[in-house]
T-cell receptor
Framework: DVKVTQSSRYLVKRTGEKVFLECVQD?????MFWYRQDPGLGLRLIYF???????EKGDIPEGYSVSREKKERFSLILESASTNQTSMYLC???????????FGSGTRLTVV | KNEVEQSPQNLTAQEGEFITINCSYS?????LHWLQQHPGGGIVSLFM???GKKKHGRLIATINIQEKHSSLHITASHPRDSAVYIC??????????FGTGTRLQVFP
């Protein structure tokens, strides 16, 4: 069963901490995405990567960075967590030119 | 104005009712997705459409490319259908543009 795995379902961090959210896919997909989901705003794209070591900013990249050292793993980094980064974070992957997307189960991050 | 609009935002139904969720979009697309998100967060892809109609069990999805509109129908709704349903369009890139979702609650 192909899947996208996010390392944590729930995470609580303190303001100012450096936070790593990990995402691993086992489908050999080229594309990987990080979204955040907030009530009334839907899913918004933070960053996406179309190849190893390649990344592109999404709609709301401020306060975030990403790392893709291996094809199967895409990490989202909050350099200095703030309370306005409390949200649900979702990872997804897809293959270029094909239409199917696979989503992870999400990480609910609370910054206190 | 959002590029993808869904209606209604919230929907309640009695078990057995026929349900329709609508999605309108304003950009050119190569495909449209209907996604389901249960409490707890994980998102499952229900349908991917580029034209016409698709059916899977009690779920039916239609798309009208000329009118830039899609509908998701649930026949004989059941409490286990309670979830957030999200419409997302794939423009001519590899990125999706999402609607804000429709929260459906089906009561026994």
């Amino acid at each position: 069963d192909v899947k996208v795995t996010q390392s944590s379902r729930y995470l609580v961090k303190r303001t100012g901490e450096k936070v790593f959210l990990e995402c691993v896919q086992d489908m050999d997909h080229e594309n990987m995405f990080w979204y955040r989901q907030d009530p009334g705003l839907g899913l918004r794209l933070i960053y996406f990567s179309y190849d190893v070591k390649m990344k592109e900013k999404g709609d709301i990249p401020e306060g975030y960075s990403v790392s893709r050292e291996k094809k199967e793993r895409f990490s989202l980094i909050l350099e200095s967590a703030s309370t306005n980064q409390t949200s649900m974070y979702l990872c997804a992957s897809s293959q270029p030119q094909f239409y199917g997307y696979t989503f992870g189960s999400g990480t609910r991050l609370t910054v206190v | 104005k959002n590029e993808v609009e869904q209606s209604p935002q919230n929907l309640t139904a009695q078990e057995g009712e026929f349900i329709t969720i609508n999605c309108s979009y304003s950009v050119g697309i190569s495909a449209l997705h209907w996604l389901q998100q249960h409490p707890g967060g994980g998102i499952v892809s229900l349908f991917m459409l580029s034209s016409g109609k698709k059916k899977h069990g009690r779920l039916i999805a239609t798309i009208n490319i000329q009118e830039k509109h899609s509908s998701l129908h649930i026949t004989a709704s059941h409490p286990r259908d309670s979830a957030v349903y999200i419409c997302a369009v794939k423009a001519y890139t590899d990125k999706l543009i999402f609607g804000t979702g429709t929260r459906l609650q089906v009561f026994p």
